[in-house]
């Protein structure tokens, strides 16, 4: 294989991240809080919050995203990070308040309204 | 549950965030159904995980820690302002047991996808939301060509509880989908009245 067909191999999203997920957590593999994949995350801020120590360009680009309600999931989708990462990004952001989350009920049932809306929505869709 | 550090803040209500998983063997039609109803493209989420969260291997001796990637393809149907639903498709490897139940942590409901050329390919799914105490129906994936048994014959097969729906689908048409999904949430809301009681996935 002459250098040139190895450079033609590995370009792109094909060489992988460039920067590792762990880099961007700073080491730590476990969030503290266990968000849930429908998590809802919202920046309490339309100001995006400048690069300081403990705040990257993903924290900065999560605060723009969630100028509207995501889920977790999308928004680990939206970065193409890893929602493990993406759970100790939002630790950061919680610890100043830069976003908020909501979690589902983990047991509860919603109520027949909700049901209602659900049936409702996908009859009218 | 609001984080303790979200308050104080002056903004909007966040809308209720409602989960379905999708479930079923590989290649059966989870991602197909998610994009036959969803308003967005199906979006891919990954979740990293070290070998040691995978019930199967043995890796004793085996002293390199490596990682696998899972993926997870998912949806969304927003309802006004004030509610989402969120489809997920279980991942198709059945042994990562530990994805599953984060994805079920939650989740009102299930439909476990089947294809009645490899109906074995759904068993693990309906023993998973069975052991889970989970509500599932099943709604089998016509394919073009396929095999067609009647949904009794299907159900017996499956050796499900009698009250569990088992409907035919075209997972590939958008009104076929939503009446799969319309069923899935008519079954749990008719669980819930007869008092069923729900346990919490993963406890």
Same mark, same amino acid.
């Given at each position: 294989?002459?250098?040139?067909?190895?450079?033609?191999?590995?370009?792109?999203?094909? &060489?992988?991240?460039?920067?590792?997920?762990?880099?961007?957590?700073?080491?730590?593999?476990?969030?503290?809080?266990?968000?849930?994949?429908?998590?809802?995350?919202?920046?309490?801020?339309?100001?995006?919050?400048?690069?300081?120590?403990?705040?990257?360009?993903?924290?900065?680009?999560?605060?723009?995203?969630?100028?509207?309600?995501?889920?977790?999931?999308?928004?680990?989708?939206?970065?193409?990070?890893?929602?493990?990462?993406?759970?100790?990004?939002?630790?950061?952001?919680? &610890?100043?308040?830069?976003?908020?989350?909501?979690?589902?009920?983990?047991?509860?049932?919603?109520?027949?309204?909700?049901?209602?809306?659900?049936?409702?929505?996908?009859?009218?869709? | 549950?609001?984080?303790? *550090?979200?308050?104080?803040?002056?903004?909007?209500?966040?809308?209720?965030?409602?989960?379905?998983?999708?479930?079923?063997?590989?290649?059966?039609?989870?991602?197909?159904?998610?994009?036959?109803?969803?308003?967005?493209?199906?979006?891919?989420?990954?979740?990293?995980?070290?070998?040691?969260?995978?019930?199967?291997?043995?890796?004793?001796?085996?002293?390199?820690?490596?990682?696998?990637?899972?993926?997870?393809?998912?949806?969304?149907?927003?309802?006004?302002?004030?509610?989402?639903?969120?489809?997920?498709?279980?991942?198709?490897?059945?042994?990562?047991?530990?994805?599953?139940?984060?994805?079920?942590?939650?989740?009102?409901?299930?439909?476990? *996808?089947?294809?009645?050329?490899?109906? +074995?390919?759904?068993?693990?799914?309906?023993?998973?939301?069975?052991?889970?105490?989970?509500?599932?129906?099943?709604?089998?994936?016509?394919?073009? %060509?396929?095999?067609?048994?009647?949904?009794?014959?299907?159900?017996? +097969?499956?050796?499900?509880?009698?009250?569990?729906?088992?409907?035919?689908?075209?997972?590939?048409?958008?009104?076929?989908?939503?009446?799969? *999904?319309?069923?899935?949430?008519?079954?749990?809301?008719?669980?819930?009245?007869?008092?069923?009681?729900?346990?919490?996935? %993963?406890?």
């Amino acid at each position: 294989m002459t250098p040139s067909d190895t450079e033609s191999l590995w370009v792109d999203d094909d &060489a992988g991240p460039v920067v590792r997920p762990y880099a961007m957590t700073r080491g730590r593999a476990a969030a503290r809080n266990r968000y849930n994949v429908i998590s809802l995350v919202m920046a309490t801020t339309r100001v995006a919050p400048s690069l300081e120590v403990g705040i990257g360009p993903e924290h900065v680009h999560i605060v723009n995203l969630c100028q509207r309600p995501l889920a977790l999931a999308e928004v680990a989708a939206h970065l193409s990070l890893p929602l493990g990462t993406v759970r100790v990004l939002l630790d950061d952001l919680l &610890a100043r308040r830069l976003v908020r989350v909501t979690e589902p009920a983990p047991t509860n049932l919603p109520d027949d309204s909700v049901f209602e809306a659900l049936i409702n929505g996908l009859r009218a869709l | 549950m609001d984080y303790e *550090l979200s308050e104080g803040d002056a903004g909007a209500v966040l809308p209720t965030a409602i989960k379905i998983l999708i479930a079923g063997g590989f290649g059966v039609g989870k991602t197909t159904l998610v994009g036959a109803v969803s308003e967005t493209k199906p979006l891919r989420t990954e979740e990293i995980l070290s070998e040691q969260g995978v019930g199967v291997d043995d890796l004793t001796g085996v002293e390199s820690k490596s990682t696998t990637t899972v993926a997870m393809d998912f949806g969304r149907i927003s309802f006004g302002d004030d509610l989402v639903l969120y489809l997920f498709g279980t991942p198709g490897q059945d042994r990562f047991w530990f994805v599953w139940d984060e994805l079920a942590l939650g989740a009102l409901g299930a439909v476990v *996808l089947a294809d009645t050329r490899r109906l +074995a390919d759904c068993f693990p799914s309906v023993d998973y939301f069975e052991r889970h105490g989970l509500p599932f129906i099943v709604a089998v994936n016509c394919f073009d %060509g396929a095999r067609r048994y009647s949904l009794d014959e299907v159900k017996a +097969a499956l050796n499900l509880d009698p009250d569990v729906p088992v409907t035919l689908c075209d997972a590939r048409e958008r009104e076929s989908s939503k009446d799969v *999904l319309i069923t899935l949430l008519q079954h749990v809301m008719k669980g819930r009245g007869a008092g069923r009681a729900r346990q919490a996935v %993963g406890s």
